[in-house]
């Protein structure tokens, strides 16, 4: 049951906070990954070993997507990502990660916000996000309904340490500024 709507006035600005990391496995057939989605801009995939791999997931995986989504929910205290859009639920099998963004801008205009800025990071060893930047933001801007000039997007290694710095997962990383409307 949700909770009772508060009598307290609503602040001017709400801050939320997204994670999201998915493994990277070979690409299919040969394994469960999927092609390289971050921030809606699809990358060439990464070799690990020799293998071309993907991340794996339910939808399509866009992991910086996926921590947007859920910075955005965080920030107007809804319902996360995982129980909005459920990865049992044969309706988000392969989905496209814009529709969980574009119901997250959507939940935060109809309560009573509008997104001040996007401040989001992934960390994966290769590919290299810095040569295509400005495409994902722009990417996510446009989903958004924002100035690009609000979203920023950054690319880090694990310096070859654990699981991402071995190349076997994608992470990422979101911060989300609301403002009364």
Request: charged content about 25%.
């Amino acid at each position: 049951m949700p909770p009772a709507p508060s009598t307290t006035p609503q602040p001017s600005f709400r801050v939320g906070l997204g994670y999201d990391l998915h493994r990277l496995e070979p690409l299919a057939p040969a394994g469960k990954g999927r092609p390289l989605m971050l921030g809606g801009v699809r990358f060439e995939a990464p070799v690990v070993e020799g293998v071309a791999v993907g991340p794996v997931g339910h939808s399509d995986a866009d992991a910086m997507l996926h921590a947007i989504t859920d910075a955005l929910l965080g920030a107007i205290g809804a319902p996360d990502i995982g129980q909005l859009f459920p990865d049992n639920d044969p309706r988000h099998e392969s989905g496209d990660s814009r529709v969980f963004l574009e119901e997250a801008a959507r939940r935060v205009r109809a309560a009573g916000y509008e997104i001040g800025n996007i401040d989001a990071t992934v960390v994966l060893e290769r590919p290299k996000l810095g040569p295509r930047k400005g495409e994902v933001r722009a990417s996510i801007a446009a989903m958004l309904g924002l100035d690009a000039s609000r979203v920023n997007v950054k690319g880090k290694t694990h310096e070859r340490v654990d699981a991402v710095g071995e190349g076997r997962a994608v992470e990422a990383h979101a911060v989300a500024l609301l403002i009364r409307a």
